[in-house]
């Protein structure tokens, strides 16, 4: 079976050019492009911008963010704030509560692994 070539940069655009069209509607954005599922996670190219969530929720699975372009603020629920900026990585447990807030348009790569 022959392997299918992903052109990432071209799935960036897309992700950047949705997201682009929900901000310029005045809605808070979060969209996404599947890469692949490796390894027991799924892999997507995500772009944020605003709150995603208003209460801190506990997601049901671990997930890591690599920021591509931007930057998002994890808050936790005790009030503690972790900025990730691009080019830096986070971990986020699935036995712990966050929000996730994008101040401005960022572009990121998400693996979750999969139940």
């Known amino acids: 079976m022959q392997q299918k070539v992903i052109d ?10 949705i997201a682009a069209g929900r901000v310029l509607a005045g809605q808070m954005a979060e969209v ?45 629920a005790g009030g503690h704030v972790v900025t990730v900026s691009q080019g830096e990585g986070i971990t986020l447990p699935g036995t712990k509560p966050y929000r996730l807030r994008f101040p401005n348009l960022t572009l990121y790569l998400y693996l979750e692994a999969e139940a």
């Open 32 to 76: 996404g492009q599947d890469l692949a599922r490796i390894g027991g996670c799924q892999a997507r190219i995500q772009a944020g911008y605003g709150q995603v969530s208003k209460p801190a929720q506990t997601p049901p699975r671990d997930r890591f963010l690599w920021i591509l372009d931007g930057l998002v603020e994890v808050h936790d």
């Open 8 to 17: 990432v940069e071209q799935l960036k655009k897309q992700v950047r050019k």
